[in-house]
């Protein structure tokens, strides 16, 4: 891989890698699947109730979001394996949501639950597979783009997973704080402490996978 360090002097955008587009506000648009709030209240109470039509609806709803999250938290190869048991704990657990958060918030909280489990079981927090980045761009400017997603996601598999976690609800998934803190269960306030040591740390470990600031 080549050096990114002639090309940037700031590290690679982490909230872009995904291929989402953010409104003004900086919200991901990979969330726009709860955007209609009374839709998915909805949904949701029908699937409290064990109707399989809506578990479907709810299924195609998250998955994506879901999945891309589980993806950089343990790796490709056990993203689908990971990504089936977060929505079979969903179902299992839904009767469980209340509504005092966004449904959107709450099972990303089992996602994460769900990944730091794996990833304690199988103890692979320091070999996670990165994404594989295949160009559909063939000039010079998108194999810059997809060098430098291989180098952030080589980064992001060496932080620690509780950061990972932090660091992917804000950056690529677009979350507020508040929301991060509800989805992990962590105070508020150390949702910025986590996020600035992440940042730190993964600007640390682009500078030794090659990058120059």
């Known amino acids: 891989m080549k050096s990114a360090s002639s090309r940037r002097t700031s590290p690679p955008d982490a909230s872009n890698q995904g291929g989402e587009v953010r409104d003004e506000e900086g919200s991901s648009a990979g969330a726009a699947a709860w955007a209609d709030m009374r839709e998915t209240t909805e949904v949701v109470a029908a699937c409290q109730k064990g109707d399989p039509l809506a578990q479907r609806r709810l299924y195609e709803a998250s998955h994506q979001n879901v999945y891309r999250l589980v993806v950089r938290m343990v790796g490709l190869q056990d993203a689908a394996d990971v990504t089936q048991q977060v929505f079979l704990q969903t179902f299992r657990k839904i009767g469980q949501f209340s509504g005092r958060s966004q449904f959107g ?23 996670i597979q990165p994404l594989e980045q295949e160009p559909t761009d ?16 080589q980064a992001l598999a ?34 910025g402490s986590r996020l600035n040591r992440a ?3 993964l600007k640390q470990c682009l500078v030794e996978l090659g990058w120059e600031p």
Do not use: C, M
Not at 112 to 124: D, I, P, Y
Not at 174 to 187: E, H, T, V
């Open 105 to 127: 918030t709450w099972i990303y909280r089992v996602a994460v639950n769900e990944s730091l489990q794996h990833l304690r079981k199988s103890k692979r927090t320091r070999r």
């Open 138 to 153: 063939r000039s010079p400017d998108g194999r810059k783009k997809v060098e430098d997603a291989e180098l952030l996601e």
């Open 158 to 191: 060496q932080l620690e997973p509780e950061l990972r976690s932090t660091f992917l609800l804000r950056e690529v998934e677009g979350l507020s704080y508040g929301d991060i803190a509800s989805a992990i269960d962590i105070p508020e306030g150390t949702v």
């Open 199 to 201: 940042r730190r740390e």
